[in-house]
């Protein structure tokens, strides 16, 4: 029956009269429905492999209708394995529809839909890839694009069971390595040790390339003009914009002095690290409050910053066992708190209990 009835729907697709959309999606919501109808997973699995198979046909015609009837057919699905069957055809769909507007919005539940669908690594890695696939060129879209790059090479553990796939991934890492560098609103990443990452600094073609992300994650501003005056037509073929580096490598500098200062850096060293004039210093701490990577106050007096938080550039181990010590010291001072105003209370009790002795 259903067949059938695709067939007839392919009639009302297709058809030079052109059916009102309307009254097309009213059609095929109903044969959406027959999934409510079968009698056996099986067979539900076999109409969804109609319904995708018949809308992702001429996905140039109607691009946003057909999208809209998968969604409601995603909807209708019990089975996990379904719905990430028919969201991977919304996908291919909206891709070579051109209708990327249409199925952005859901990006957003994508770690959500992952967890429902209970999908494999590898079924992970090619949904992420997908995404960015659709995602590529989207500037208003650039931080989502470098997210999901991300994604998709952490499904790559370095298992030996990867070795022979593992190097497939090293075009998006180095997409993702300049997409980082490129970025005026990306000051921290963990890609560093992703084993799809680190594969790159063997590499005779991208070695040069991861080691400029381990310059913008690890190092300083001399680090990275230095690796310009030698490498500068590199930078230029990957499309990165030398004076753009720069500041942001400034920005990055400033992180790494906020690290190991001790919470103050004087001035002084801001203008050795940034390679700036003395009346540059507060126009740069500016920059950092303003990127939401620094939360300072200036002490012009003694012509140092106060710093009470910073980004880190990477947020691995060194990084967790701090925050641990720190938790553990925030944990220590509330309980002596705690038992410091117990102890007042108790003196305060037996000071009352004391005075109304008196009193009698």
Not at 141 to 162: I, V
Not at 216 to 228: A, I, N, V
């Amino acid at each position: 029956m259903a067949s059938l009835m695709l067939a007839s729907a392919d009639l009302l697709l297709t058809s030079p009269s052109r059916v009102a959309d309307k009254d097309l999606e009213c059609v095929l919501s109903v044969i959406c429905s027959l999934v409510t109808k079968a009698g056996s997973e099986d067979q539900v699995l076999q109409i969804t492999d109609l319904i995708c198979a018949k809308l992702t046909q001429q996905p140039g015609d109607k691009p946003a209708l057909r999208l809209k009837v998968l969604f409601s057919l995603y909807n209708l699905l019990p089975s996990p394995y379904g719905k990430a069957f028919v969201y991977k055809k919304a996908l291919e769909l909206a891709m070579a529809g051109k209708a990327a507007e249409y199925i952005i919005p859901s990006f957003k539940n994508i770690d959500s839909f992952v967890s429902e669908w209970g999908i494999g690594n590898l079924e992970q890695r090619e949904l992420y890839l997908a995404v960015t696939s659709i995602l590529k060129g989207l500037k208003a879209m650039a931080k989502e694009y470098f997210n999901f790059l991300n994604k998709y090479l952490a499904t790559f553990k370095g298992s030996d069971d990867e070795s022979a796939t593992i190097g497939d991934a090293k075009e998006e890492a180095v997409v993702a390595i300049v997409e980082f560098v490129k970025s005026s609103n990306l000051f921290q990443c963990d890609m560093l040790n992703m084993p799809a990452v680190s594969q790159l600094e063997k590499d005779e073609k991208y070695q040069l390339v991861y080691e400029l992300l381990k310059i913008f994650l690890t190092k300083r501003l001399d680090s990275y003009l230095e690796f310009q005056s030698a490498n500068s037509a590199l930078l230029k073929d990957y499309g990165l914009v030398h004076e753009e580096c720069v500041t942001k490598m400034r920005l990055m500098s400033l992180l790494d002095l906020s690290s190991r200062c001790s919470g103050e850096i004087p001035y002084s060293a801001i203008t050795v690290e940034l390679k700036i004039n003395d009346d540059e210093v507060e126009q740069w701490i500016v920059k950092a409050i303003a990127s939401k990577i620094l939360d300072c106050k200036v002490d012009q007096l003694n012509q140092t910053v106060i710093v009470s938080q910073h980004t880190e550039r990477i947020f691995g181990m060194a990084q967790w066992h701090g925050l641990c010590t720190k938790l553990g010291v925030w944990r220590g001072n509330i309980a002596s708190a705690i038992n410091t105003i117990q102890a007042n209370k108790v003196t305060e009790e037996g000071t009352q209990g004391m005075q109304g002795l008196m009193i009698r």
